[in-house]
């Protein structure tokens, strides 16, 4: 069954650091996310991505953040400097259909920032 | 504002069902997710509900009534790996997804 991978499992970084999580999107999808979810705290949509362009984004979606598609496969999100309050999971998510979004989740990144 | 209730913390025991209740106000609705979450893994896609009724699929079923703005999910012969969080979340009039803060289950032998 294909699934959207997530590298890597767990990152850990100084206050400070610039990470990029990544993400391969199921391949025939065309819409992809990125959401947060801090522990024991829902999950917090941050932007979405169609097209090579951002579509929607969220007010936790500021100028720290970014994101981008390098190639064909891969989905990048990149945090220029990181706060203690970045520490969260990371989920990335595509779909195929706009109308019947984030039906496949990759398995997360754990970021931690210490 | 968008807002979505749900249950915090539910408890039931083997074998039983359970039904976990979801209410919604938000601006639009294209759609409503069930997602199941255990501790430390990624939400996995149960049921997707746009139409008014139930959708059944195995042990698991999904209610949606629009003009109430209600849904819920219906676990029957419950297992203890159904032990997990269930999530609500919503698709609003831009297509995003609306999250509940979800329902934590506990089974019990």
């Known amino acids: 069954e294909p699934e959207v991978t997530q590298t890597p499992s767990h990152q850990v970084t100084q206050m400070g650091q610039e990470v990029i999580l990544r993400c391969v999107p199921i391949s025939n999808h065309l819409y992809f996310y990125w959401y947060r979810q801090i522990l024991g705290q829902k999950v917090e949509f941050l932007v979405s991505f169609y097209n090579n362009e951002i579509s929607e984004k969220s007010e936790i979606f500021d100028d720290q953040f970014s994101v981008e598609r390098p190639d064909g496969s891969n989905f990048t999100l990149k945090i220029r400097s990181t706060k203690l309050e970045d520490s969260a999971m990371y989920f990335c998510?595509?779909?195929?259909?706009?109308?019947?979004?984030?039906?496949?989740f990759g398995q997360g990144t754990r970021l931690t920032v210490v | 504002g968008q807002n979505i209730d749900q249950p915090t913390e539910m408890t039931a025991t083997e074998g039983a069902i359970v039904q976990i209740n979801c209410t919604y106000q938000t601006s639009g609705f294209n759609g409503l997710f069930w997602y199941q979450q255990h501790a430390g893994e990624a939400p996995t896609f149960l049921s997707y509900n746009v139409l008014d009724g139930l959708e059944e699929k195995g042990r698991f079923s999904s209610f949606l009534s629009r003009s109430k703005g209600y849904s819920y999910l219906l676990l029957k012969e419950l297992q203890m790996k159904d032990s997990a969080s269930y999530l609500c979340?919503?698709?609003?009039?831009?297509?995003?997804?609306?999250w509940g803060a979800g329902t934590k289950l506990i089974i019990k032998p």
């Open positions: 979340a919503v698709v609003d009039s831009n297509y995003q997804l609306i």
């Open positions: 998510a595509s779909s195929e259909k706009l109308d019947i979004p984030e039906a496949f």
